[in-house]
């Protein structure tokens, strides 16, 4: 509901991430941050439901919609780079789990 206005239900645990911002481009302002992440796969409870900005979205998030897997290279996506993981994954490879820090 808090991103995309509809429920879902939570598959299993994908990745986990963690970004420790003293080592990234935005180090200046991020040295202290230091956050873990983690991805699941998830449905939607009805299938057909309307996806939306939902109830509580990200202050910098500027809207929602659904991405080709394999087109993912071509949209601006954070971490960066979780789009390799995504596209092994959805292709049936083998994936890590623990991503480590990366952005």
């Excluded at 983690?38 to 309307?50: D, G, T, V």
């Excluded at 490879?93 to 990366?102: A, M, R, S």
């Amino acid at each position: 509901m808090e991103e995309i206005g509809q429920e879902v239900e939570i598959g299993e645990l994908l990745f986990i991430r963690e970004y420790i911002g003293k080592n990234h481009e935005h180090a200046s302002s991020d040295f202290a941050l230091h956050q873990v992440e983690y991805y699941f796969s998830c449905q939607l409870k009805r299938k057909q439901a309307e996806i939306s900005n939902g109830t509580n979205p990200d202050s910098d998030q500027i809207g929602m919609e659904w991405l080709p897997i394999q087109q993912l290279f071509r949209y601006r996506l954070y971490p960066k780079d979780m789009r390799t993981y995504i596209i092994k994954h959805v292709q049936g490879e083998k994936t890590p789990i623990y991503l480590g820090d990366l952005n």
